[in-house]
């Protein structure tokens, strides 16, 4: 049984083991940082630059085996109703068993019943589909919005996809 809690700065060593090369970092933090490989220090200043707000959550998902997940969840407007899921990472060793549509379950639940969120976003990458799917499973769809992001990353330029799901949609 998965369960959630807060990050730990702790975390942040089995977080960056689960990341091989730099394909796969990229498409887990979308060029958030500046540098591959990042360090458990790098993780825990990225978010201590947060430390002080109450927009900001940083979540690890665990089991009876350890930790085995992990994601951030940050408002995105002063009204606090919309709620965006970044930095989604599952134990590569564990891929492939539904922990990760799990996680996000539980990431879920606790947005709209704890953090009394309306919706719920994320962007994943169009050459992730294995991410994509998992998002897909645990509820989101894709928005309406014909509008798509692209960066440039390892020189190919990378289109991003956007998913959300409401509280309506939770609900039923």
């Known amino acids: 049984m998965i369960r959630l809690r807060p990050y730990k700065a702790c975390d ?14 990229r498409q887990w933090c979308a060029d958030r940082y500046d540098h591959y490989p990042i360090t458990a220090d790098d993780i825990n200043a990225h978010y201590n630059s947060f430390a002080m707000s109450d927009d900001f959550f940083a979540m690890t998902a665990f089991d009876e085996s350890g930790i085995i997940g992990h994601l951030i969840m940050r408002f995105t407007d002063k009204d606090k109703k919309i709620l965006r899921f970044g930095f989604i990472i599952v134990d590569d060793k564990k891929r492939g068993q539904s922990l990760g549509k799990e996680m996000i379950s539980l990431s879920l639940k606790y947005a709209f019943e704890i953090l009394k969120a309306e919706k719920v976003t994320l962007g994943v990458f169009e050459n992730n589909p294995a991410a994509y799917n998992c998002y897909k499973a645990a509820g989101f769809k894709d928005t ?28 039923n």
């Open 12 to 25: 942040a060593k089995t977080i960056v083991s689960w990341i091989k090369n730099e394909f796969s970092f």
């Open 144 to 171: 309406k919005n014909s509008k798509f992001e692209y960066y440039n990353i390892l020189g190919e330029s990378w289109k991003c996809l956007e998913l959300e799901t409401t509280i309506f949609e939770y609900k």
